[in-house]
C-alpha cells in the first residue's frame, strides 16, 4: 500500500452506507469504485468474517 496517498469515501446521506471509494496513489492517478446492490445486516453469520490464514503463510500487524 506504499504507493497509496489518500482514499476517499462517499456514504448515501440518508443511510449511511459506502456508495464509492476514490483512491489516488502517488503518480497522480485516481481509481474509482462505484459499489451498488449493497444489502444491510442482510443476516450473514460472523463467522464468514473471522479470517485464517492458511498454513505457510506469514501474517504481519500493520496495526502495531
Known amino acids: 500500500m506504499g504507493f497509496i496517498r ?11 452506507p459506502v456508495k464509492m471509494l476514490e483512491i489516488f496513489d502517488t503518480y497522480g492517478n485516481k481509481i474509482t469504485i462505484t459499489l451498488t446492490g449493497i444489502k444491510t445486516n442482510s443476516g ?14 506469514e501474517v504481519y500487524d500493520m496495526g502495531q
Do not use: R
Open 6 to 16: 489518500e482514499i476517499v469515501l462517499k456514504t448515501d446521506p440518508k443511510n449511511f
Open 44 to 57: 450473514l453469520d460472523d463467522s464468514l468474517f473471522t479470517f485464517t490464514a492458511p498454513p505457510g503463510v
